[in-house]
C-alpha cells in the first residue's frame, strides 16, 4: 500500500509527499511529531503535519538562517537560538571557531527525536559548545541576564506552540538580550502565502531597530519555495560586510557564498510591496 503525508496549508492548497515508511511517531506534550523516510528528500522531521526539515534539502534553509548574520557581526560569540531542537542550526553555528550557543527549545522531545533519527544534524547539540534550555523562548528572553552577539529565531510556523515567537513584545525582548552591537534573525515564512505576518513583523522590528531588513532564498520543500528571513540589527548592516575577506574554504558551505549573501537582499517587487504594504497599513 502507498503511504503519503499530506500537509494540508489553505484550504485550497496542499502539498502530498510520497513516503517509504513511518520511522517514528509520538505525541509531545506540545505537538504530534514525527520522523518519515520520504521518496524524494531524504529522511524528515514532521510537526503537527507539517515537514520542517528534509535532509536532502535542509542545507539550504540552515546556511542561510546563519551565516547571513554570523558574517554579518565581525565577531559573534554568543549565541542564542530560540527553537531549533532539531540541532541543524546548531551544527552551522559551530562552524565559526570562536562561538557559544545557548539553544532554548519548548520541546525535548524534538531534540530527543532528531538525536537518535537523524544524527547528521542532531549530534551537533552533544558539542561541547552547546548549552541546551529546555524551556519556552518567550520567557526565556523576558528573563535572561545574559547578552547576545546574536539571536536566531528558528521557529515552526505561526501556529501552535511557536505563535507568540512572532509577536512585538518577543521582538522587544530579543533587542533588550541583544548586546549594543547585536543583531537577530528570524524565520518569516512565504512571501506568498503569509503576507500578513511577514509585513507585520518587518513592521515591528523596523520600529524597534535601527535597521532591518528582508532576504529572500528558495527551499524547495517548503510551500511555494520562495522563503523569507527577517535580519533587524543594532549596529551593523549585512549589506555593508567584505564576506570576501574571511576564509570559507574549510566551512563546508553548499549554498552560501559572499555573493549569495549580498544577492538574497535584492527583493522581486512583490516582495517589496509587502513589505511596503506593512508599513502603510499604519
Ligand atoms: N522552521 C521552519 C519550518 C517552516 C515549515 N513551514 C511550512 N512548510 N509551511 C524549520 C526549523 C528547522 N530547523
Redesign the pocket.
Known amino acids: 500500500m502507498e503511504l503519503w503525508l499530506v ?1 494540508q ?1 489553505t484550504p485550497g492548497y496542499r ?1 502530498n509527499w510520497k513516503l517509504k515508511r513511518t520511522i517514528y511517531t509520538e505525541k509531545t506534550p506540545y505537538q504530534e511529531l514525527a520522523i518519515v523516510e520520504t521518496v524524494d528528500f531524504g529522511r524528515a ?1 514532521v510537526l503537527d503535519g ?4 528534509t535532509l536532502d534539502d ?1 542545507f539550504i ?2 546556511e542561510m ?1 546563519t551565516h547571513v548574520p554570523l558574517f554579518t557581526h565581525p565577531n559573534p560569540k554568543d549565541v542564542l537560538v530560540i ?4 540541532g ?2 546548531v551544527r552551522e553555528i559551530l562552524k565559526h571557531p570562536q562561538t557559544n550557543v545557548d539553544l532554548v527549545e519548548i520541546d525535548e522531545r524534538v531534540i530527543n527525536a532528531s538525536r537518535q533519527y537523524l544524527p547528521e ?1 542532531g549530534k551537533a547539540l552533544d558539542d561541547p559548545r552547546v548549552r541546551i534550555v529546555v524551556d519556552d523562548g518567550i520567557k526565556y528572553v523576558k528573563q535572561t541576564d545574559k547578552k547576545y552577539d546574536v539571536i536566531l529565531i ?4 505561526p501556529i501552535g506552540p511557536a505563535t507568540g515567537l512572532f509577536s512585538r513584545e518577543f521582538y522587544q525582548d530579543v533587542y533588550r538580550v541583544l548586546n549594543d552591537d547585536g543583531l537577530m534573525v528570524a ?1 518569516t ?2 512571501p506568498l ?1 503569509n503576507k500578513e505576518l511577514l509585513a507585520g513583523v518587518y513592521q515591528n522590528l523596523s520600529e524597534i531597530f535601527p535597521l532591518s531588513r528582508v532576504y529572500l532564498t528558495c527551499i524547495p ?3 511555494a519555495g520562495f ?1 523569507t528571513f527577517s535580519l533587524a540589527s543594532k549596529k551593523y548592516d549585512p549589506l555593508q560586510l567584505n564576506p570576501s575577506s574571511k576564509d570559507l574554504s574549510d566551512m563546508a558551505f553548499r549554498y552560501y557564498t559572499p555573493a549569495v549573501h549580498q544577492a538574497a537582499f535584492v527583493l522581486p517587487r512583490f516582495v517589496q510591496e509587502v513589505l511596503d504594504g506593512g508599513k502603510s497599513a499604519r
Do not use: M, N, P, R
Request: no cysteine.
Open positions: 500537509e496549508h502539498v522531521l507539517i515537514v520542517q526539515v535542509e534553509y540552515h538562517i527553537g531549533g531542537g532539531d541543524a542550526t544534524i528558528d521557529s515552526s510556523d524565520q515564512e512565504s502565502f520543500t517548503y510551500i522563503w
